[in-house]
RNA sequence: GUCCCCAUCGUCCAGAGGCCUAGGACGUGGCCCUUUCAAGGCCAAAACACGGGUUCGAAUCCCGUUGGGGACGCCA
């Protein structure tokens, strides 16, 4: 088995390409198939390297490798079109001498009025067939002296082409809506119908699987197939990813493309897990199942026949999954850019930096969809100051109450000659005499202990952000994480705040 | 306009003639847990587009209607 991925590097890889790319891979995977990565670059207006650059980092960011390919090279390269213009060129004039194809001298303009024309007209909108009547000889004579032509296939009257869909089942067109395409530009570069064929056929694909907007170019296809006599492979249409309103899905709907996933701070695996659950079912009602796994389960004829949603919840809670499962240490790494970008930590940490973000993971890994929120998460850590705590009229009037107020300087009693907290039974102690002295307990007795502590009145579990407030307190500044306040600090400027404004 | 494809909860899937009083998941609502938020646990509401056939029996097969999507390019 042979199939192969073939993006036109026009852009960044869209979500819908990686659906794709994933089932190619799925299946060669499966089936100790060989996977083929190709370039379709034949638009030279369109593509660029830097595109081309960027899919190759996106698939391999994802996890998708490939067999062969423009940078690892193969024995049926190159793997770039625009390598293979002579391949192209040469079948195309050995059609025209066959009279399977002919050449077009019709200007664009000409084309596109005709066009209209026949639309207007409620009439299948086809070539004319106008080029395909001049005689062949005064069509040479033509070309050799210079004037532009395209060739344009010779496309067979009155016939039925059917092929059978590997995921739909059979399908057939009538020649009569299909129009007589053009095979070669009139500068000579290649037409994707005829481009694909070529390229496939050269490079001995079995199975090609591509989006369900190639479908009506099927036929197309494999008419050139029979034209070169080349086994025609296999095909299957997957449907389309659309968006909440029906339509593709696109810029409107948020974020298309695999970079932007990267940077919202998706996980490579969360998001081919996510998109092979978009019309397939790894069967036996699970939905968390890694790559590996599904390769072994996959087959084309359980792939679902209609258009799917893209939901970005559902990608969300995937994504969790995935969160709460990945080494601390791989979390870390990942995290550091937007602790960075939010000032938290700086460009090196030291291996003490390193080992307290670490230590840090628990808070994050179970309660956050997405690497972007971290630092949010994180924010009391660093970010502290009692004036602030205690500036919104509805803390300060809970704070001020009897009740709170016992708490607190129970709390602050507590800290000024307790060691540092930096665990959490150690925390849950002094909890415990905050308790007993202050009189408090429950809600009561915790929620103006957080307020003392973070400012806020609500965020993570308090059992582990107090022993992440005192490691980090004790961190040296060459560790490259911001210093931040420990609980005692945190309390007593508190307290002193609070005091000061009380009597007034 | 012409041709092609598709049609189960809001969304993603399960269902390949009787197992369906249509199952699971996301989301939504409620309850529980709890030192708050989140996470987690439990419960609930929520669908076979419509109309004809075929059959003892249809979500499942056939036809039509409607709706959606795609293609019709010297883009891919």
Redesign the pocket.
């Given at each position: 088995m042979r199939v192969r991925f073939?993006p036109?590097p026009?852009g960044h890889l869209h979500i819908g390409n990686v659906r794709t790319a994933l089932f190619n891979w799925l299946l060669a995977r499966g089936h100790d198939g060989t996977l083929i990565l190709r370039i379709?670059d034949?638009?030279a207006e369109?593509s660029t390297v830097e595109s081309e650059t960027t899919i190759l980092e996106d698939l391999k960011w994802l996890g998708l490798n490939w067999d062969e390919g423009p940078d690892s090279g193969g024995p049926v390269g190159p793997y770039r079109q625009s390598e293979r213009l002579g391949k192209y060129q040469s079948r195309a004039r050995v059609l025209v001498e066959q009279g399977r194809a002919y050449y077009?001298?019709?200007?664009?303009g000409q084309?596109e009025a005709e066009?209209k024309d026949?639309?207007a007209n409620?009439?299948?909108?086809?070539?004319s067939g106008r080029c395909a009547r001049i005689d062949p000889e005064e069509a040479k004579r033509r070309v050799q002296s210079g004037e532009?032509?395209?060739i344009r296939f010779r496309t067979p009257e009155n016939r039925e082409i059917a092929f059978n869909d590997l995921v739909?089942?059979?399908?057939?067109?009538?020649t009569d809506?299909i129009?007589d395409?053009?095979l070669l530009?009139?500068?000579a570069?290649p037409?994707?119908?005829f481009a694909v064929v070529v390229d496939d056929g050269l490079m001995g694909v079995t199975h090609v699987v591509r989006g369900?907007?190639?479908?009506?170019?099927t036929p197309r296809q494999l008419l050139i197939y029979e034209a070169l006599e080349f086994t025609p492979p296999q095909f299957g249409h997957v449907?389309?990813v659309?968006g909440p309103d029906?339509?593709?899905l696109s810029k409107r709907h948020g974020a298309t493309s695999v970079d932007e996933f990267r940077e919202k701070g998706y996980l490579p695996e969360a998001l081919l897990n996510y998109l092979a659950?978009?019309?397939?079912?790894p069967g036996e009602?699970q939905?968390i199942v890694p790559l590996a796994e599904m390769a072994k389960r996959f087959s084309l004829s359980?792939v679902?026949?209609?258009?799917?949603?893209f939901?970005e919840?559902?990608l969300?809670?995937v994504n969790?999954h995935y969160l709460k499962d990945a080494p601390h240490d791989r979390l870390a790494e990942l995290s550091a850019p937007y602790l960075r970008r939010a000032g938290y930590i700086t460009d090196t940490l030291s291996p003490q930096g390193m080992a307290y973000l670490i230590a840090l993971m628990p808070l994050i890994n179970?309660?956050?969809d997405r690497l972007d929120q971290v630092s949010e998460r994180l924010k009391q850590l660093f970010e502290y100051s009692a004036e602030a705590a205690l500036k919104p009229s509805d803390i300060r009037a809970e704070v001020e109450a009897d009740a709170a107020r016992r708490v607190i300087d129970a709390l602050a009693a507590e800290l000024e000659h307790a060691p540092r907290l930096v665990d959490k039974q150690l925390f849950?102690g002094l909890a415990e005499r905050v308790k007993q002295k202050s009189g408090q307990k429950?809600?009561a007795?915790?929620?103006p202990i957080?307020i003392a502590l973070t400012g806020a009145?609500?965020?993570?579990?308090?059992?582990l952000l107090v022993p992440a407030m005192e490691q980090g307190a004790e961190l040296d500044t060459s560790s490259g994480v911001r210093p931040m306040m420990g609980a005692r600090e945190r309390v007593r400027g508190f307290v002193e705040v609070l005091s000061q404004t009380i009597g007034e």
């Open positions: 073939a036109s026009t379709e034949t638009d369109r077009c001298f019709c200007t664009p084309l066009r026949q639309l409620g009439l299948p909108a086809k070539y532009p032509a395209a739909r089942g059979p399908i057939s067109f009538h809506v129009g395409h053009v530009r009139a500068d570069s037409a994707y119908n369900e907007d190639h479908i009506s170019n449907a389309m659309l029906h339509t593709r659950l978009l019309s397939w079912s009602g939905e359980d679902g026949h209609s258009a799917s949603i939901d919840e559902k969300s809670w969790r179970v309660s956050v849950r429950g809600r007795l915790f929620h957080r009145g609500d965020g993570p579990e308090l059992d």
